[in-house]
């Protein structure tokens, strides 16, 4: 089960936190991602991070504005959102895969790579 939660209502340039807490999972093996959705759009990749927290892979829209991190202790992934833009507006959600694979290339970007999805966290970023 996991739940994300920090979603809500930020004006173009403001930031925000994304936490996703898990559990019945063994997190410190489970690669972790970020994906989105917005109305008519198919859910996107957004950020990943790998089981052993070495790897982080983001999308090009979000390079250089949106950060992954892991804690292990707390069995949370974030995902701070800087410089927010009115096309980050969507439903954020923590995708999980439990099984420690390695993956190469662009491979933690992959939807079905990731096994379990919870409740989303809505982002609404006004221009």
């Given at each position: 089960?996991?739940?994300?939660?920090?979603?809500?209502?930020?004006?173009?340039?403001?930031?925000?936190?994304?936490?996703?807490?898990?559990?019945?999972?063994?997190?410190?093996?489970?690669?972790?991602?970020?994906?989105?959705?917005?109305?008519?759009?198919?859910?996107?990749?957004?950020?990943?991070?790998?089981?052993?927290?070495?790897?982080?892979?983001?999308?090009?829209?979000?390079k250089g504005r949106f950060a992954i991190s892991r804690d292990n202790a707390n069995n949370t992934v974030y995902l701070q959102m800087n410089s927010l833009k009115s096309e980050d507006t969507g439903v954020y959600y923590c995708g999980v895969d439990p099984r420690a694979r390695t993956y190469s290339g662009r491979g933690l970007a992959n939807r079905p790579n990731y096994l379990y999805w919870g409740k989303g966290t809505q982002v609404t970023v006004s221009s």
């Open positions: 089960v996991q739940q994300a939660s920090g979603g809500g209502l930020v004006q173009a340039g403001g930031s925000l936190r994304l936490s996703c807490v898990t559990s019945g999972f063994t997190f410190e093996r489970s690669s972790m991602s970020w994906f989105r959705q917005s109305p008519r759009k198919e859910r996107e990749f957004v950020a990943a991070i790998s089981w052993g927290g070495a790897t982080t892979l983001y999308a090009d829209s979000v």
